[in-house]
């Protein structure tokens, strides 16, 4: 069985990710996972995205007939756009109360398997010290702040563990964002040198054409 330490750095990590990732992306992936099984959703997602198709081949096909000289044609064409479009609407009204629904349910979820998670370990473990530190290290007041709140003294409590995993988590993220985007500069820098050379080079080559042709 894991360690609570690695438990509890796992856990503040998924938390850092989903966050970074962001809800609405998160819930767009898992709306189109959920729609790739079995389900009544699945069907009106697949029943909508060929009435869209169905609604652009009518307008299509009404935009090429003439209403004056083809009228029968073109008013038959117009009923079967608005049955069409009725029937695409009403699907997307049903999927769109049904998105919502999904996603209030994701989110609910999402937030008992971290923050929810969290919350629980903290209050169940709050008296379990999750290491020790060696004695004399510290100061007894430098001891109780990092055993705050119910830990023993002389250890490090879940509270506080839970804390310094965030902090390190969060300055790692931000210090390999920084080095991506030095890393991104520094190629644009070496691409537009390398155009500038090309430009350089090619108006020499110009300039000796010319004296030669002189």
């Known amino acids: 069985m894991p360690s609570l330490l690695l438990i509890v750095f796992a856990l503040q990590l998924l938390i850092h990710l989903l966050n970074t990732v962001g809800a609405a992306s998160i819930n767009n992936l898992l ?11 699945s069907e009106n997602v697949r029943s909508q995205t060929i009435l869209r198709g169905e609604v652009v081949r009518l307008k299509r096909e009404m935009n090429s007939t003439s209403s004056q000289d083809e009228f029968a044609k073109w008013a038959k064409l ?17 999927l769109q109360s ?19 998670l969290r919350f629980f370990l903290q209050f169940w473990c709050t ?6 530190l060696p004695k004399g290290w510290l ?27 965030a902090t390190v988590i969060l ?7 920084a080095s991506r985007a030095l890393l991104a500069d520094k190629r644009l820098g070496q691409g537009a040198e390398k155009t500038k ?5 090619g108006g020499r080559g110009n300039s000796e054409g010319e004296k030669k042709d002189l």
């Open 127 to 132: 008296k379990q010290p999750l290491f020790w």
């Open 197 to 201: 050379e090309g430009v350089k080079m």
């Open 31 to 41: 709306w189109v996972l959920y729609n790739k099984l079995p389900t009544a959703t």
């Open 98 to 116: 049904s998105r919502a629904s999904f996603d209030s349910a994701a989110g609910m979820l999402r937030w008992l398997g971290t923050n929810g």
């Open 171 to 177: 300055l790692v993220g931000q210090a390999l964002t």
């Open 78 to 94: 117009r009923r079967q756009h608005d049955k069409v479009v009725a029937e695409y609407e009403d699907k997307s009204q049903k």
């Open 139 to 165: 100061p007894w007041y430098g001891e109780w702040i990092l055993s705050f709140p119910r830990a023993p003294m002389g250890s490090v409590s879940i509270q506080i563990w839970f804390g310094a995993a």
